[in-house]
C-alpha cells in the first residue's frame, strides 16, 4: 500500500528543505527525498559567509544540519539515501517508488535536485577521477598536506575552497581560463592576498596525465596561443597583480605541470534527469517556470538551482524554496 | 552497521581482501565528507542483499594512509571491486548511487 503524501519534495537542499519548513508548518503531509544526506552543496561547502544570520560565518556542513533540523521539527520527513527507481509526474496523482521497494504517492510536487559540479570533459579525468581528482575539497582536502596542488576555476568556489585547502596544502595553483577572478572581489582580495596561493592566468586546463595516479597536468597558455598564432612576439609570462611571474617553458604555449592532486570547480550543471520529457527544458537543462514556481504540469513545482533563473545563491533557493511551498499549498486548496 | 559490513586495518588487507574466496567490495570512507555518509546506508542496503555471497568491507582513509596512497585512491569514498585477489572493474567516487553498486557487484558475480 503506497503511503500517502500531500506534498512531495525531491531533493533536500537549502531549496527542498525550505519547502517543506513552509509545507509542514502548513500542515501539509510533506516528505523529502534526497539520494544522500541532507543539505545539498551547502554540506561540501566549508564555510558560508554570505547567509544572513551568521555574522561570523557558518560551516557548510553546520547550516545544512540546522536547516534539516528546523523542517523536522514541524513534521517533515525526510528520507535519506533513497534513489527514485521510478515515477509519473505528469499524473494528477503523483508516484514514486524508492530503492525499487517502497511505494509513495504525493498531491503535489516540488522538484529541487539542484546542480552537480560540472565535469571539464577533458582526456584523463575519468581515469583520474578518484586518482588525483578531486571535485570536494572538505571531502579530500586534509590529504594534501604539504602537498602542491592545483585548482581549475575562478568563479566563488574555486576561489574559496583555494583558501581552504591553503590550510593543508604547502602550495594551491589556481588555474584560471581569464585574466581576473569572477569571484565576488572581497574573496578575490583574500585569495591574491594568501601567500600560498599563485595564480595562472589565461590558462586553461587541456588532459590529465599518470601512470597509475594523477601525475601531470597538462595546460595551454591562451595568451601564448593567441600571439604565436598572428606571428607576433611571444606573450609576456602570466603575473598576478603582486607581480608574481609564471614563466611559460620556452617556445610552447603547452605546459605539463607535476601535480600532487587537482581540485576541480568549473561551476555546475542541472539536476534535471527525472524531469527529461516531464517539462520543457531550457539549452542549458533548466526548467522554465512562471514566478510561483509552477511548471508546465499541474502541481509540479521546481525550486532552487534547477529552475532557469540568473543569480544560483544559498538565499536565492530559500526564496525559490519558500514560494514553491507556498505555491503548492494554494494549489492544493484550489484542486480540492 | 549492519552485521553484513566489517570494518578492517591495512593490516588485514591482504588476508581479508586479496585473500577472500569470495568477490570482495572495499570502502575508503573518511570523516568530514558527506558523500561518505550518504553511502554507508546504501553499501549496508547493498551488502544486506548479497549477504554471504560478496564481501563488504570499509577501511577508514585517514587511518590507513599508506595503504589508500599504494592503491592510488585519493578522493573519498572510493569504492574498489576484487575478485580473486584482484581489482576489477572501475572503482566508483564521490556520489555513488546504490542502483550502481548494485550493478557493479552483479557484473562481477556474472
Given at each position: 500500500m503506497a503511503e500517502q503524501f500531500d506534498l512531495v519534495v525531491v531533493g533536500a537542499g537549502p531549496a527542498g528543505l525550505t519547502a517543506a519548513i513552509y509545507g509542514a508548518r502548513a500542515r501539509l503531509r510533506t516528505i523529502v527525498l534526497d539520494e544522500g544526506m541532507p543539505g545539498g552543496q551547502v554540506k561540501t561547502t566549508h564555510k558560508v559567509s554570505n547567509y544572513p544570520g551568521f555574522p561570523e560565518d557558518v560551516k557548510g556542513a553546520e547550516l545544512a544540519g540546522l536547516f534539516a533540523k528546523q523542517a523536522e521539527r514541524f513534521g517533515a520527513r525526510i528520507a535519506r539515501?533513497?534513489?527514485?527507481?521510478k515515477m509519473d509526474l505528469a499524473s494528477r496523482e503523483k508516484s514514486f517508488v524508492l530503492d525499487e521497494d517502497e511505494e509513495i504517492r504525493g498531491r503535489a510536487v516540488i522538484v529541487a535536485t539542484g546542480a552537480k559540479p560540472r565535469a571539464l570533459g577533458i582526456p584523463g579525468e575519468d581515469t583520474f577521477r578518484g586518482r588525483g581528482i578531486s571535485y570536494c575539497a572538505t571531502c579530500d582536502g586534509a590529504y594534501f598536506e604539504g602537498k602542491d596542488i592545483h585548482v581549475i576555476g575562478g568563479g566563488n568556489s574555486a576561489v574559496e575552497e583555494s583558501l581552504f585547502l591553503t590550510q593543508f596544502a604547502r602550495s594551491v595553483t589556481i588555474i584560471h581560463?581569464?585574466?581576473?577572478?569572477?569571484?565576488e572581489p572581497a574573496t578575490a582580495k583574500e585569495a591574491l592576498e594568501n601567500p600560498k596561493i599563485k595564480v595562472m592566468w589565461s590558462h586553461e586546463p587541456r588532459a590529465f596525465l599518470g601512470e597509475t595516479a594523477l601525475q601531470k597536468l597538462r595546460v595551454e597558455n591562451l595568451k601564448a596561443k593567441q600571439t604565436s598564432r598572428v606571428g607576433s612576439p611571444p606573450a609576456p609570462p602570466a603575473a598576478d597583480h603582486r607581480g608574481r611571474v609564471w614563466e611559460p617553458s620556452e617556445g610552447s604555449h603547452i605546459i605539463d605541470l607535476d601535480t600532487d592532486g587537482v581540485f576541480v570547480f568549473v561551476g555546475m550543471v542541472p539536476r534535471t534527469e527525472l524531469l527529461k520529457g516531464v517539462v520543457p527544458l531550457d539549452r542549458w537543462g533548466c526548467v522554465e517556470t512562471d514566478d510561483s514556481m509552477q511548471t508546465s504540469v499541474p502541481g509540479l513545482f521546481v525550486a532552487g538551482d534547477i529552475r532557469a533563473k540568473k543569480f544560483r545563491q544559498i538565499t536565492t533557493a530559500v526564496a525559490d524554496g519558500t514560494i514553491a511551498a507556498l505555491a503548492a499549498q494554494k494549489y492544493l486548496r484550489e484542486v480540492r | 552497521m549492519s552485521e553484513n559490513v566489517r570494518e578492517i586495518q591495512a593490516a588485514q588487507y591482504e588476508a581479508e581482501v586479496l585473500a577472500a574466496p569470495e568477490p570482495v567490495v572495499l570502502d575508503f570512507f573518511s570523516t568530514e565528507c558527506p558523500p561518505c555518509e550518504a553511502l554507508a546506508p546504501k553499501f549496508e542496503a547493498v551488502a544486506d542483499q548479497f549477504k554471504g555471497r560478496v564481501r563488504f568491507l570499509k577501511i577508514f582513509r585517514q587511518g590507513n594512509r599508506d595503504l589508500a596512497a599504494k592503491l592510488a585512491v585519493?578522493?573519498?569514498p572510493t569504492l574498489l571491486f576484487y575478485k580473486g585477489g584482484k581489482e576489477v572493474g572501475s572503482r566508483l567516487t564521490g556520489d555513488i548511487k546504490r542502483s550502481e553498486i548494485k550493478q557493479t557487484v552483479e557484473a562481477m558475480l556474472a
Amino acid at each position: 500500500m503506497a503511503e500517502q503524501f500531500d506534498l512531495v519534495v525531491v531533493g533536500a537542499g537549502p531549496a527542498g528543505l525550505t519547502a517543506a519548513i513552509y509545507g509542514a508548518r502548513a500542515r501539509l503531509r510533506t516528505i523529502v527525498l534526497d539520494e544522500g544526506m541532507p543539505g545539498g552543496q551547502v554540506k561540501t561547502t566549508h564555510k558560508v559567509s554570505n547567509y544572513p544570520g551568521f555574522p561570523e560565518d557558518v560551516k557548510g556542513a553546520e547550516l545544512a544540519g540546522l536547516f534539516a533540523k528546523q523542517a523536522e521539527r514541524f513534521g517533515a520527513r525526510i528520507a535519506r539515501a533513497v534513489e527514485i527507481t521510478k515515477m509519473d509526474l505528469a499524473s494528477r496523482e503523483k508516484s514514486f517508488v524508492l530503492d525499487e521497494d517502497e511505494e509513495i504517492r504525493g498531491r503535489a510536487v516540488i522538484v529541487a535536485t539542484g546542480a552537480k559540479p560540472r565535469a571539464l570533459g577533458i582526456p584523463g579525468e575519468d581515469t583520474f577521477r578518484g586518482r588525483g581528482i578531486s571535485y570536494c575539497a572538505t571531502c579530500d582536502g586534509a590529504y594534501f598536506e604539504g602537498k602542491d596542488i592545483h585548482v581549475i576555476g575562478g568563479g566563488n568556489s574555486a576561489v574559496e575552497e583555494s583558501l581552504f585547502l591553503t590550510q593543508f596544502a604547502r602550495s594551491v595553483t589556481i588555474i584560471h581560463q581569464f585574466d581576473e577572478f569572477q569571484a565576488e572581489p572581497a574573496t578575490a582580495k583574500e585569495a591574491l592576498e594568501n601567500p600560498k596561493i599563485k595564480v595562472m592566468w589565461s590558462h586553461e586546463p587541456r588532459a590529465f596525465l599518470g601512470e597509475t595516479a594523477l601525475q601531470k597536468l597538462r595546460v595551454e597558455n591562451l595568451k601564448a596561443k593567441q600571439t604565436s598564432r598572428v606571428g607576433s612576439p611571444p606573450a609576456p609570462p602570466a603575473a598576478d597583480h603582486r607581480g608574481r611571474v609564471w614563466e611559460p617553458s620556452e617556445g610552447s604555449h603547452i605546459i605539463d605541470l607535476d601535480t600532487d592532486g587537482v581540485f576541480v570547480f568549473v561551476g555546475m550543471v542541472p539536476r534535471t534527469e527525472l524531469l527529461k520529457g516531464v517539462v520543457p527544458l531550457d539549452r542549458w537543462g533548466c526548467v522554465e517556470t512562471d514566478d510561483s514556481m509552477q511548471t508546465s504540469v499541474p502541481g509540479l513545482f521546481v525550486a532552487g538551482d534547477i529552475r532557469a533563473k540568473k543569480f544560483r545563491q544559498i538565499t536565492t533557493a530559500v526564496a525559490d524554496g519558500t514560494i514553491a511551498a507556498l505555491a503548492a499549498q494554494k494549489y492544493l486548496r484550489e484542486v480540492r | 552497521m549492519s552485521e553484513n559490513v566489517r570494518e578492517i586495518q591495512a593490516a588485514q588487507y591482504e588476508a581479508e581482501v586479496l585473500a577472500a574466496p569470495e568477490p570482495v567490495v572495499l570502502d575508503f570512507f573518511s570523516t568530514e565528507c558527506p558523500p561518505c555518509e550518504a553511502l554507508a546506508p546504501k553499501f549496508e542496503a547493498v551488502a544486506d542483499q548479497f549477504k554471504g555471497r560478496v564481501r563488504f568491507l570499509k577501511i577508514f582513509r585517514q587511518g590507513n594512509r599508506d595503504l589508500a596512497a599504494k592503491l592510488a585512491v585519493t578522493s573519498s569514498p572510493t569504492l574498489l571491486f576484487y575478485k580473486g585477489g584482484k581489482e576489477v572493474g572501475s572503482r566508483l567516487t564521490g556520489d555513488i548511487k546504490r542502483s550502481e553498486i548494485k550493478q557493479t557487484v552483479e557484473a562481477m558475480l556474472a
